[in-house]
């Protein structure tokens, strides 16, 4: 391999490795063999066939922000980084659509979108740094997901490098499309198991006119939760959701100060955007609901800075949390949202069963809850019952008929879990079609199932 490509597309040495060993998961590490930058499509069909022929593996990666475990090399790896792809190879205002390189970051397809006064809702906390192809392997979601849906929505086509070599165009720019399978949407949210993504095809939307937030406040987080439920039977589905319990607020303000109120137990952060009118009509139905709820204070944010203030704020509640404690572990689980109250009220009784400190933010109108265990991976009692808290936290939300994950994927982290969610017949299905694409384990072996 060292012979196949100049020094700049290839990392070898023992330190250029260590950042490569792990993503924003704790607890997982593991050195790859290699870091390769490729060059085009030719430099991967190579590294395919050498790893074929000396027993390694490939792991397709991003900019390593998983939360899953997602992106740690397992033995005999070579990190395929796929982050210098980064350029967008066509913009196509007729068709309200954009082509682009998977390295390129959530952020500069929002930027780009932009241009054009269009919209990519897709918004990861991450999107600064995020790739594209990482947010298509995650099909990861965001603030906006309540409304807008997560990436899977707006992927309309993508190629892909399969293990064998084969390089497949899947989609096209068509609103419609009833070809047979919809192979594309077996490859978003595969993780990097199923093939290498060299090019996507994202689907624009008109940007909203106006947009307004409201914080309102609670004295306890089943009563948030309840308020939730309430505002989406009332069918208002505004542009986000969100909550934040007193932990988070704290941290939250003790990081990046920007007026949560850090007496009440639990904030909702609600958007609502659209047209003006619709706006205006939605804000007030949403306050009519709250205020059944006995908030503690309803504020609506009176111009865009405050607005830019309050999200700005939310999207550092995990790096905040992060100084908490040594061991940080973010969770992902997701419930019907008629279930939430009874959700939160599970996490408290396991947090108090345990004796493991819980933070929790969620988008909230999704039902997807981030359970925030605060660790240290030196003290293995402590880390034991981290453990055990979250094992019932998961069995516990698909006892309510909910998912282990709704955005951050499986990875290393939750593959213990995932036969838990599906019947044998289902998990064996999942497990054929990694089979049938990637016989030989090439691709990302170990995520998702062993
Ligand atoms: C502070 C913070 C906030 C976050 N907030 C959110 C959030 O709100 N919502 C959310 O959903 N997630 C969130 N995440 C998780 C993470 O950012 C997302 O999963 C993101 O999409 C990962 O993108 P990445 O470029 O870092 O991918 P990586 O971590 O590098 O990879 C993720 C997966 O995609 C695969 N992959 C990457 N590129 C390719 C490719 N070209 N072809 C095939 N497979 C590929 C990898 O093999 C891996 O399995 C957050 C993470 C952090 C650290």
Redesign the pocket.
């Known amino acids: 391999m060292i012979d196949h490509f100049p020094e700049s597309s290839l990392l070898i040495s023992k330190e250029d490795l260590i950042p490569y060993s792990f993503?924003?998961t704790a607890t997982f590490y593991h050195a790859p063999l290699a870091v390769l930058f490729p060059s085009s499509i030719e430099d991967i069909l190579w590294v395919l066939q050498w790893a074929k022929s000396n027993h390694a593996c490939i792991?397709?990666?991003?900019?390593?922000?998983?939360?899953s475990g997602?992106?740690v090399p397992q033995k005999n790896s070579i990190v395929l980084s796929?982050t210098k792809w980064n350029k967008i190879l066509e913009a196509d205002p007729y068709n309200l659509t954009l082509l682009v390189e998977?390295g390129i970051t959530t952020q500069a397809v929002q930027e780009e979108a932009a241009k054009f006064s269009l919209f990519y809702p897709p918004?990861?906390?991450?999107y600064k740094?995020?790739?594209i192809?990482?947010?298509?392997?995650?099909n990861?979601?965001?603030?906006r997901g309540l409304k807008y849906g997560v990436t899977r929505n707006y992927v309309l086509g993508m190629e892909v490098v399969l293990p064998n070599g084969q390089v497949i165009w899947l989609g096209n720019k068509c609103v419609k499309d009833s070809a047979g399978y919809s192979l594309k949407d077996l490859f978003i949210g595969s993780?990097?198991t199923l093939?290498?993504?060299?090019k996507v095809l994202l689907r624009l939307i008109p940007k909203p006119q106006e947009r307004q937030v409201i914080l309102a406040s609670f004295p306890t987080l089943e009563v948030a939760s309840e308020a939730t439920s309430a505002i989406i039977k009332a069918a208002l589905i505004p542009s986000a959701l969100e909550f934040l319990d007193q932990k988070t607020i704290e941290c939250i303000e003790s990081y990046s100060p920007a007026g949560f109120p850090k007496e009440s137990q639990a904030v909702l952060l609600i958007e609502s955007d659209g047209h003006p009118q619709a706006v205006r009509d939605e804000i007030t139905r949403i306050s009519q609901v709250l205020k059944q709820y006995g908030p503690l204070e309803i504020r609506i944010a009176e111009n865009p800075k405050q607005q830019e203030q309050l999200w700005s704020a939310r999207k550092v509640a995990?790096?905040a949390l992060a100084r908490k404690a040594p061991t940080v572990l973010l969770e992902d689980v997701t419930v019907p949202r008629s279930s939430l109250a009874q959700m939160i009220r599970k996490i408290q009784q396991i947090s108090k069963a345990y004796a493991v400190e819980i933070a929790v933010y969620a988008h909230m109108g999704d039902g997807n809850l981030h359970p925030v265990f605060l660790g240290d991976e030196k003290n293995k009692d402590l880390m034991e019952r981290v453990f055990r808290a979250m094992k019932e936290i998961f069995l516990y939300a698909i006892k309510l008929g909910g998912t282990i994950t709704g955005?951050?994927?499986v990875?290393l982290a939750k593959k213990e879990f995932l036969a838990y969610q599906y019947k044998s017949e289902e998990f064996q299905l999942l497990k054929n079609i990694k089979k049938i694409l990637d016989p030989e384990n090439l691709l990302?072996p170990g995520?998702i199932f062993d």
């Open positions: 993503d924003a792991l397709p990666r991003g900019s390593g922000t998983s939360l997602a992106a796929m998977p918004d990861p906390g991450s740094i995020s790739t192809g990482g947010n298509v392997g995650h990861s979601g965001g603030i993780e990097g093939g290498i993504v060299t995990f790096s955005e951050h994927g990875g990302n995520k």
